[in-house]
């Protein structure tokens, strides 16, 4: 659901898998063809939060295409793009799919690739998003190399990402920038104003208030507090393609947008509700803010618009809690956004080899410092 001008708070429309759906801020919603009411005692638990210490991330595919047997320089790079679902520190939410096309049996699926691709002279690799349908084209695509396993397993952006939600970020926005100066500009500043603006006026709920819910973890590791950060993501930016790509898959129509593109990511890597070109006003910013900072609402995780991103993170460890009791009553899922700009200063990413990288990502917030650019070959 992306806004543009003239669309009220109460009265939106947002369009998620070919259905038009109205939008009432805090009432009954119609998601995915089902009906979820509020439930009878309302959850205090602001919705980031929720989404933190209770949605895992859904899981992309990538498929590894090749015809016949593999090398024994690809069958180690196979190996290292495995590593990336499992690794002990930063486990990607991937699940890699292995495919000879030759070996295709009667899947009809397999065969579909098959007639597609052909004779494969070298493995590729396509990824699919979490709500990808197999007969759709995937959101990238490339050769089996070490720099597409590097770009497949972080960037600088994405790392940035994950830094600043466990600093405590209640969501931290992404400008997908158009490439025309002046309108970029014009929607940066008017993040930067309003994202301050928000992250000093809106309030969570007393503490005695947010103990005394039942879904309320007294031992979760990130600080509860409302504060936003902004993230700047430069047209042709190779090192931020996948991050492009993956935001630009949050909606159907977003590739064919011209404009600058605002997008709130929360929780463990939600991004949902884009706003685009002159939608990047102080009522719609203000909106998101105001919903993603409120109370958690019974919707349903897989029946929300949005698209949780590949991201390098253990967030079990990162969030800590104990996990909830299985017999305990189960929590109601909720709907989300939201965003302005923090006191932490990022760790920088590591370099990686990889294509040679676009200038160095801008980061709105003055106290953030600019991550070191991978070394130009």
């Not at 979820?36 to 210490?53: D, N």
């Not at 089996?144 to 972080?154: R, V």
């Not at 103990?211 to 309320?216: L, N």
């Not at 930016?237 to 935001?247: S, V």
């Amino acid at each position: 659901m992306h806004y543009t001008p003239g669309e009220t708070t109460h009265a939106r429309k947002f369009s998620w898998r070919g259905i038009l759906v109205p939008m009432a801020a805090a009432s009954v919603v119609v998601a995915a063809g089902s009906w979820c009411s509020p439930p009878s005692v309302a959850c205090e638990i602001p919705v980031f939060r929720f989404a933190l210490e209770r949605w895992a991330p859904d899981p992309y595919q990538v498929f590894l295409l090749h015809s016949g047997p593999l090398a024994a320089t690809d069958e180690k790079l196979a190996a290292d793009l495995e590593k990336l679902s499992d690794g002990a520190d930063k486990p990607s939410n991937l699940d890699v799919v292995k495919i000879d096309l030759e070996a295709t049996g009667d899947d009809p699926a397999v065969k579909a690739l098959k007639k597609q691709y052909g004779q494969l002279k070298s493995p590729l690799l396509l990824l699919r998003d979490p709500h990808g349908a197999f007969d759709k084209p995937p959101i990238w695509s490339g050769p089996l190399t070490s720099q597409n396993i590097a770009l497949l397993a972080d960037s600088p952006l994405r790392h940035q990402i994950v830094h600043q939600i466990n600093a405590g970020n209640s969501a931290v926005w992404v400008l997908l920038e158009s490439g025309v100066a002046a309108d970029d500009t014009a929607a940066a500043t008017m993040l930067d104003t309003e994202l301050k603006r928000n992250a000093a006026t809106l309030k969570l709920p007393e503490k005695e208030t947010l103990e005394a819910d039942e879904y309320y973890k007294h031992d979760t590791k990130i600080p509860l507090k409302i504060g936003f950060s902004l993230l700047r993501l430069k047209h042709g930016d190779t090192q931020e393609e996948l991050l492009r790509a993956m935001l630009l898959a949050t909606e159907p129509d977003l590739k064919d947008q011209h404009g600058p593109i605002a997008i709130p990511i929360f929780g463990r890597g939600r991004a949902c509700y884009p706003l685009v070109g002159k939608g990047i006003n102080a009522v719609q910013i203000e909106d998101n803010c105001k919903f993603i900072t409120g109370r958690c609402s019974c919707q349903v995780k897989r029946e929300n618009p949005g698209i949780d991103l590949l991201l390098a993170a253990d967030w079990n460890n990162l969030v800590g809690g104990k996990p909830s009791s299985s017999g305990a009553k189960p929590p109601p899922e909720l709907t989300g956004l939201g965003v302005v700009i923090t006191d932490v200063e990022p760790a920088k990413a590591p370099v990686k080899s990889g294509p040679p990288p676009a200038s160095t990502p801008d980061l709105l917030d003055s106290k953030l410092k600019p991550i070191d650019p991978a070394p130009k070959k």
